[in-house]
Structure formats: C-alpha cells, structure tokens
C-alpha cells in the first residue's frame, strides 16, 4: 500500500513537470514567432509595398532660395491647375539650356551632377533615357522637363556654383522635377518609405532607386513633353 502511494506520488510529480515543461516549450514558440514577425515586417514593410505619403510632403512650394527671385519664378508657378503658366515656366527654364554653354571645370562639374551622381538624373517617364544628358554633357533627351533640368543645373553651376554643393544642386534640380511628376513621384515616395528608405528629393528623383514604384504609382505630367 505504501509502495502504491509513493509511486502515485511520483506519478503526479512526473505530470506536473511534463505540463510545465509543454507550457514552457509553447511560450518559446509564440516568443520566436512574435520575433520573427516583427523583423519579417521592418524589413520588407507592408504586403503591398506601400506607405503614406501626402503630396504635400513632395511638392515644394513657394519661392526657391537664392535664384527664384533673379529668374522671377516659383514652385508654384508649375501646377496642373495652371498649364499656361507651367509651360511658360518650364519654357523658361529650358531656354537657359538652350543658350548657356559651360566648358572646363564648370563642365565636368555639370556633368558629375547630372550624369554620375547617383547614377543620374532623367527624364524617365517622359522619354525614358538613362539620364538628361550623355556622358559627354550633350542633351540626351529632347522633352521640355529635360531643357528645364539642364537649365537649372547650368544657371546655378554659372551664377552659384562657388555658393552651393553638388547636392544641393541636385536637390533643386529634383525639386522641379518632382513639379513636373506630382503624382507618379508620390507613389514611388509611397514605395521607398515602405522599404524604410530616406525620402528626399535626390534619393526621390535622381536613378538611385529608379524602378522602385513600378506597378504601384501613376499619374500625368505637368507641362508638355
């Protein structure tokens, strides 16, 4: 008899310690799976592959630093709510392209900005080439947001080169852009904070991340191609 108790006793203890070792294993798990879920899902964002991002974190507004006054324009002056204006704008832009020409250090400087930093910048959803100028610092693409990049970048080479960085012309540069593709540019600034990348306007806008929005962003352009 007192051998039947003690093996039932020890039964119940061999039970407890099988039950507590299940809860244990169970809690392991669920710890595991809570892990991973969590770094699943910082490092590849939603399912879909987008995130929240306003058109009005994108569009720069008002009148630019340094050069809006001295070519008397703004950002706003190109907005789909004013195509004239926004042709007259882009147009005036682009004529500085047309008449400008920079030769030496300016040159390869014009070309390092627009050709070789951050694989270039283009005119993709436009005309699609690798970049708005040819390795040589030639035109590469005949659309008017092209005539107004290059524009840009050559008046801020010529009058504020000594004043402003490569990135910071580049910046400008994206800035406008960004005017002439308001919302193909907000899905891919939609794609890249989804993939936790930094959204600024280079990051945005040069081919660093070309590609990026592709099956998930659309829109028309601002002023004619």
């Known amino acids: 008899m007192e051998l039947e108790e003690k093996e039932t006793k020890h039964e119940k203890q061999k039970n407890k310690k099988t039950d507590w070792e299940f809860y244990a294993q169970v809690a392991i798990v669920v710890v595991l799976s809570l892990i991973l879920i969590y770094n699943y899902s910082g490092k590849t964002g939603n399912t879909t ?48 392209d047309r008449i400008e020409t920079l030769e030496g250090t300016q040159l390869e400087r014009y070309i390092d900005i627009l050709y070789k930093q951050y694989n270039g910048i283009a005119c993709e959803y436009c005309c699609g080439a690798r970049s708005v100028i040819f390795s040589n610092g030639q035109a590469a693409c005949g659309c008017a947001h092209s005539y107004a990049m290059r524009g840009l970048a050559k ?15 580049l910046t ?20 890249m904070k989804s993939y936790g990348i930094e959204v600024d306007y280079i ?10 929005e592709q099956g998930q962003a659309s829109g028309s352009m601002v002023g004619g191609c």
Request: hydrophobic share 35%; net charge negative.
């Open 49 to 96: 592959g987008i995130g929240t991002v306003s058109a009005s974190e994108i569009i720069p507004q008002g009148v630019p630093a340094i050069y809006g006054e001295e070519l008397g324009i703004r950002y706003d002056d190109v907005s789909a709510s004013d195509p004239k204006k926004a042709d007259e704008t882009i147009n005036l832009l682009g004529n500085i």
């Open 203 to 212: 990051n945005l806008t040069t081919n660093a991340y070309r590609g990026i």
């Open 155 to 169: 008046y801020l080479i010529k009058s504020h080169g000594d004043e402003l960085t490569d990135e910071q012309i």
């Open 172 to 191: 400008e540069v994206g800035k406008w852009k960004t005017l002439f593709f308001p919302g193909i540019l907000e899905g891919k600034a939609q794609a």
